[in-house]
């Protein structure tokens, strides 16, 4: 079993950076790939980022170059760094997880965060 629970949100302009936490408990959780997803208000949840268990990082192709993801094993925590935020990015951020490696596909994941607000002012 594999708790999420999501952090860093807030609200930023446009131009700004921010970096969100996930934070992990379990014993397991280092066997676990976490992805993160992002849902606006009346749209369907994307796929952002997601790191496998050994570190591979992926990113969605659309947002290479301002999104980071890594993670800090010993923490239990995956770390997405946005840089240069633009009003599009509002939403709502969710960590996932699942074992072992990682996918983009949102079905592929049990567990779930509540999420973490991210709002960009233009």
């Known amino acids: 079993q594999v708790q999420l629970q999501e952090s860093g949100g807030g609200l930023v302009q446009a131009g700004g950076s921010l970096r969100l936490s996930c934070a992990a408990s379990g014993r397991t959780f280092s066997s676990y790939a976490t992805g993160w997803f992002r849902q606006a208000p009346g749209t369907e949840r994307e796929f952002v980022a997601a790191v496998g268990w050994i570190g591979s990082p992926y990113i969605a192709d659309s947002l290479k170059g301002r999104f980071t993801i890594s993670r800090d094993s010993g923490k239990k925590t995956v770390y997405l760094e946005i840089n240069t935020l633009r009003p599009e990015d509002t939403a709502v951020y969710l960590c996932?997880?699942?074992?072992?490696?990682?996918?983009?596909?949102?079905?592929?994941?049990?567990?779930w965060g509540q999420g973490t607000q991210v709002t960009v002012s233009s």
């Open positions: 996932a997880a699942r074992p072992l490696t990682y996918s983009s596909r949102q079905s592929e994941y049990p567990y």
